[in-house]
């Protein structure tokens, strides 16, 4: 399924959507701005909760949390000593991690799980526009993958935020 992405769209405090690639709201984002740490409520647009995302305070380097309910789904962490780019993990309880490689900045790279590509999110198929995708395999947990994708976006474009370089 492709997914679609206003490119820095996202600010904790702000509330947005994300679209099928059909153009339409599947998904509602709300950013908690008074709050202690970065937090966002990832929605249907129906309201309902599918999974919450938290600042994890005093950690080295990045670190979110995603809850489904109570349950820790994930934890998305920023690695702090690779030398020719970066990347990230995604802890999933059991041994089902996710690493996502590429070149953030320009919203190029994949999500892989055991070395098989499951999910890619490029800038490319919207050349033109500050507008990204995000297509995810079939079988794979697009609201894991999508809250993932938005976790990745603040860390890496976080100092463009309220600059006015939209």
């Given at each position: 399924?492709?997914?679609?992405?206003?490119?820095?769209?996202?600010?904790?405090?702000?509330?947005?959507?994300?679209?099928?690639?059909?153009?339409?709201?599947?998904?509602?984002?709300?950013?908690?701005?008074?709050?202690?740490?970065?937090?966002l409520?990832?929605?249907?647009?129906?309201g309902?909760?599918l999974?919450?995302i938290?600042?994890k305070?005093?950690s080295?380097?990045?670190?979110y949390?995603?809850?489904?309910?109570?349950?820790?789904?994930?934890?998305?962490?920023?690695?702090?000593?690779?030398?020719i780019?970066?990347?990230?993990?995604?802890?999933v309880?059991?041994?089902?991690?996710?690493?996502?490689e590429?070149?953030?900045?320009?919203?190029?790279?994949?999500?892989?799980?055991?070395?098989?590509?499951?999910?890619?999110?490029?800038?490319?198929?919207?050349?033109?526009?500050?507008?990204?995708?995000?297509?995810i395999?079939?079988?794979?947990d697009?609201?894991?993958?999508?809250?993932?994708t938005?976790?990745?976006?603040?860390?890496?474009?976080?100092?463009?935020?309220?600059?006015?370089?939209?």
């Amino acid at each position: 399924m492709r997914y679609v992405l206003k490119q820095q769209l996202f600010s904790w405090g702000d509330d947005f959507c994300i679209k099928d690639d059909q153009g339409r709201d599947v998904f509602f984002v709300d950013g908690r701005a008074f709050s202690i740490g970065e937090k966002l409520s990832f929605q249907d647009m129906g309201g309902n909760e599918l999974a919450f995302i938290s600042q994890k305070l005093l950690s080295w380097g990045p670190t979110y949390q995603i809850y489904r309910g109570s349950q820790l789904a994930a934890v998305v962490k920023k690695s702090l000593f690779t030398f020719i780019h970066c990347k990230f993990t995604v802890d999933v309880p059991g041994p089902d991690d996710l690493e996502a490689e590429g070149d953030f900045l320009d919203h190029e790279y994949s999500f892989s799980r055991g070395g098989r590509t499951v999910a890619c999110v490029s800038k490319q198929w919207f050349s033109w526009t500050d507008t990204y995708g995000v297509d995810i395999a079939d079988g794979e947990d697009d609201i894991l993958i999508l809250a993932s994708t938005v976790v990745i976006d603040m860390v890496c474009h976080g100092d463009r935020r309220g600059s006015g370089n939209g």
